[in-house]
């Protein structure tokens, strides 16, 4: 089946495992609050097999992302991307940039299967990023795995986060990209939620005006471009795009088949490190655990699953807005702000015609027009 057409109320574009919390990094916007050593309630590597084996279940080619942590904190990871490659899933890796992720684990990954990497890159230099991650040689380290990543073949994915602490390193960190050989940029939206409650977000125009430019980016530049926790990227490039559509065009997928327009609950589902299932670790809601649950079923049928695909149960200016089929606004962020994760997302500056309701305040960098400014 193409990515394009899998049904999200049946299976997820992207299934999420927490398989540690545990890295030796203490990263300023960490959502799992990562600790240096491993949780001892961890899912074992046998019910990390099982997890697998259910994972499996979905269909064909079901993407799955080993995230933390660090991942590389497991000594049984490449036995874990192995069985899931050997169970037809599509085995992609969220690691740390420190000293365990050496060129030799790197070709082990990618003789074990191994699809894709992605690693963090949160500056431009190495005395940005470094103070962002909090570990001196960490840029040096990421730079060092993603020219690994390459001799062994693996395609290269970048993730970096934008908050008001990062958000001027963006056009460095998008030279970067390129420089490295990336094939995706994967810009996160910070969500307030571990660590990065303590982060200044930028304000919703900023985060508008860093949109309109993503999209120029990446119209001429030989990667991809995607955002996370910001789904209303998509409404900006169609509204960018020569031919505006109404807001019903199905979301592009990328090269590994994630739609552009996934986000939690739809599409999109986490199983944390002790095995809760959450429509998102930003959304960290539990519907289930997969000790003693059915990951498929609660993926399909769990009430909070299902009102997360429903754009009728959006609610604010989400609700009332014509873009809502292609968006619909992030629902880990309306949850950590709010506390209701059906709520309008406060990062979106776009006011429907129809909508007459209560609005969030104004941000004084409202007329931001470049991220670099």
């Known amino acids: 089946m193409h990515p394009g057409a899998i049904d999200t109320d049946e299976r997820p574009f992207v299934l999420v495992w927490e398989v540690t919390q545990a890295c030796e990094l203490a990263c300023e916007h960490c959502r799992a609050d990562a600790k240096p050593q491993r949780h001892p309630d961890e899912l074992t590597t046998a019910e990390g097999k099982t997890l697998l084996d ?157 949109m309109r430019w993503l999209h120029e980016v990446s119209e001429t530049a030989d990667f991809g471009v995607k955002t996370t926790e910001a789904p209303h990227y998509r409404r900006v490039a169609i509204q960018q795009s020569a031919g505006e559509d109404d807001g019903t065009a199905r979301p592009s997928a990328d090269a590994i088949g994630r739609r552009a327009g996934i986000k939690a609950g739809d599409g999109f589902a986490f199983v944390s490190h002790v095995g809760e299932v959450y429509p998102s670790g930003f959304l960290p809601q539990s519907a289930g655990n997969v000790r003693e649950d059915d990951l498929v079923d609660v993926y399909r049928n769990a009430d909070l699953f299902r009102r997360l695909r429903d754009p009728d149960e959006l609610g604010g200016k989400c609700g009332a807005c014509p873009f809502r089929g292609v968006c619909g606004g992030s629902r880990s962020r309306a949850a950590a702000v709010t506390g209701d994760p059906l709520a309008a997302d406060p990062l979106c500056s776009y006011v429907p015609e129809e909508y007459d309701g209560p609005l969030p305040d104004r941000h004084p960098d409202a007329e931001a027009a470049h991220p670099a400014d």
């Open 54 to 210: 259910d994972a499996s279940r979905f269909g064909d080619g079901q993407l799955v992302v080993l995230s933390g942590g660090d991942p590389l904190a497991r000594d049984d990871l490449v036995d874990l991307v192995r069985y899931g490659s050997e169970q037809g899933l599509r085995m992609t890796l969220t690691p740390s940039g420190t000293s365990s992720l050496t060129p030799e684990k790197i070709q082990a990954l990618a003789d074990a299967g191994l699809k894709r990497m992605a690693l963090s890159i949160d500056g431009g230099s190495a005395a940005a990023h470094d103070a962002f991650r909090g570990e001196q040689g960490s840029f040096a380290e990421t730079v060092e795995a993603a020219r690994a990543a390459r001799e062994a073949g693996l395609p290269l994915q970048v993730n970096t986060t934008v908050c008001a602490d990062t958000v001027d390193e963006l056009p460095a960190i998008r030279d970067l990209v390129a420089d490295l050989g990336a094939v995706l940029w994967s810009v996160f939206f910070l969500v307030p939620v571990g660590r990065g409650a303590l982060l200044d977000p930028v304000s919703p125009d900023r985060a508008e005006a860093v």
